[in-house]
């Protein structure tokens, strides 16, 4: 287990480490889950998981529109859920997932 998986495991479970590792590889890091939700209008969001103070919440919807149906379907069969249940647990631990991997409020450049 590398130092993500244990930083994410603790966060998000065990079952959502592959998915979360899986999110963060494919668009080039936590800088690049970053600008997905910048880019969808959601910068205000995703910089609450970054900086200090509470986590803005985000829906399952906005999680469908930022990675798109092709990328929750590949995640989700390799764990066993559909695209529309992947959305809905990746809303409730990227927010967590990110903040704990931004420590002091920095995205670490890939």
Do not use: R, Y
């Not at 079952?15 to 910068?43: C, D, Y």
Request: proline fraction near 3%.
């Amino acid at each position: 287990m590398g130092l993500l998986d244990g930083v994410l495991g603790g966060v998000v479970g065990a079952e959502m480490v592959s998915v979360v590792n899986g999110l963060i590889a494919k668009h080039g890091g936590v800088q690049g889950i970053v600008a997905q939700f910048e880019q969808q209008g959601l910068g205000a969001t995703v910089k609450s998981w970054v900086g200090a103070g509470d986590n803005h919440p985000i829906t399952a919807d906005q999680v469908h529109k930022t990675f798109g149906a092709d990328t929750l379907n590949q995640l989700g069969a390799k764990v066993g859920m559909s695209a529309q249940d992947l959305a809905a647990k990746l809303s409730s631990v990227l927010p967590q997932a990110i903040d704990k991997l931004t420590p002091g409020g920095v995205v670490a450049k890939s």
